[in-house]
């Protein structure tokens, strides 16, 4: 909902006093129709109108409209189903979005408990039912006369297109910046949840619903692009490297990390959710950050640089 408030200021100019004519002018106002506003926004409108008012006297008389659109700027309730209501948060999403609330409870998303239930994931679910389809095609490319040597450096370089996926996807896609209301819901349901809510644990792996829709046209697309014995293992790997993924982001969230690896890797993701959200985009390793300069400057590289 939004409220016009509509002020008129005449200012008239007279080389003698007003005609008594004068007060049976009719005041003619256009009235425009704007979108919804996110931010106040002020319209001034002049209108010019010369009138002869008396005998041969041109009188002007200027007809300033003031219009101004104030906007009640929609708030979000957290004890109601958020997914359908954030697309009403129009440009203020990207704000609030990455304003994150730290609990390991998460939000409703959707009224329908069927649909609900489609968004919780446990994390141990991805390996469970990934690895047997990933040793499902490793044995596959193994019976179409590939050596173990073979599929086992295939399966590195699938890993590696993975890490790459995984940079690229984050990035442009994840972090694509929206305002509309779909592009919104579609922007919380893919990754603004996650940043909203970064400790949710049933929400920190990707379902697998969603998941195996995908595999269906990156299996095609392997096949365009390399050989039949080959594609199998590749195929392998990319899944592989994803489930490393998946179960590596749960743990750098929920876990405790007791090595230097995994403390670096921890401290380097959660720097991207609370400090730095325009960097570090890798997951697995901060590769990628490095090669395409998204890699954030550590405090006290700023702190140097800010003397």
Sequence with gaps: MQRSIYCLHIIHTFDSSPPPSFSFFQILIKYHQHSQLTHTHTHTHTYLINTKIHRSVAEIVIFKVRFEMVAQEFTVDLDKPLVFQVGHLGEAYQEWVHQPIVSKEGPRFFKSDFWEFLTLNRWYSIPIIWLPVVCWYTAKAFKMGQSPP???????????????????????????????????????????????????????VFPPTATAILLVPLWKILNLLSTPTVAPA??????????????????????????????????????????????????????????????????????????
Aim: net charge positive; glycine share 8%; charged share 15%.
């Design 234 to 307: 590749l195929f392998a790997g990319i899944l592989l490297g994803y489930v490393m993924y998946d179960c590596t982001h749960y743990y750098l969230h929920n876990g405790q990390p007791r090595n230097e690896i995994s403390k670096s890797l921890k401290k380097y993701h959660l720097n991207h959710h609370f400090r730095i959200q325009t960097k570090g985009f890798g997951i697995t390793s901060s590769l990628w950050d490095s090669v395409f300069g998204t890699l954030p400057q550590t405090k006290s590289h700023e702190k140097e640089r800010k003397q």
């Design 150 to 204: 073979q599929i086992a450096i295939i399966l590195v370089f699938g890993i590696f297109i993975w890490s790459l996926m995984e940079y690229t996807l984050h990035r442009f896609l994840f972090h694509i910046k929206t305002k509309s209301y779909w592009g919104n819901t579609a922007h919380y349901l893919l990754h603004g949840c996650h940043h909203k809510h970064p400790q949710d644990g049933l929400r920190l």
